[in-house]
């Protein structure tokens, strides 16, 4: 999914249009939860993975110091990954939570 039809996504997940007379499409909550949870999930595996590659890169600095410098670096561009990565994840978690009003929310109408 690219990531301008995620945003998209986000943004109209809970409104319903009318294209040419038509009824309002019906959200599929469900649907819309799992989608979040699923992409919380894969926000936390980039974090566990980047943080696995950081540490690593970090123990080759201290068992390569010819090459320290450059294994420093990919050491910090992993930590920033896995801060991305964290963030993703809290992202998604917030939309996964709002996704549980909605359905809870049209459920009991």
């Known amino acids: 999914m690219s990531l301008e039809h995620h945003h998209h996504r986000h943004h109209n ?3 319903q249009h009318k294209e040419n007379n038509e009824k309002p499409s019906t959200v599929d909550y469900k649907k819309d939860l799992k989608h ?4 919380e ?7 566990a993975a980047a943080s696995a590659y950081a540490l690593h890169e970090k123990h080759q600095a201290k068992k390569d110091p010819e090459h320290a410098h450059k294994h420093k670096i990919k050491e910090e561009i992993a930590m920033t990954a896995a801060v991305a990565s964290a963030g993703f994840a809290l992202h998604e978690h917030h939309h996964n939570k709002q996704a549980k009003k909605e359905a809870k ?3 009991h109408h």
């Open 41 to 47: 999930h894969l926000g936390k595996l980039g974090v």
């Open 105 to 107: 929310r049209h459920h």
């Open 36 to 39: 979040h949870k699923h992409m």
């Open 13 to 15: 997940m809970f409104s």
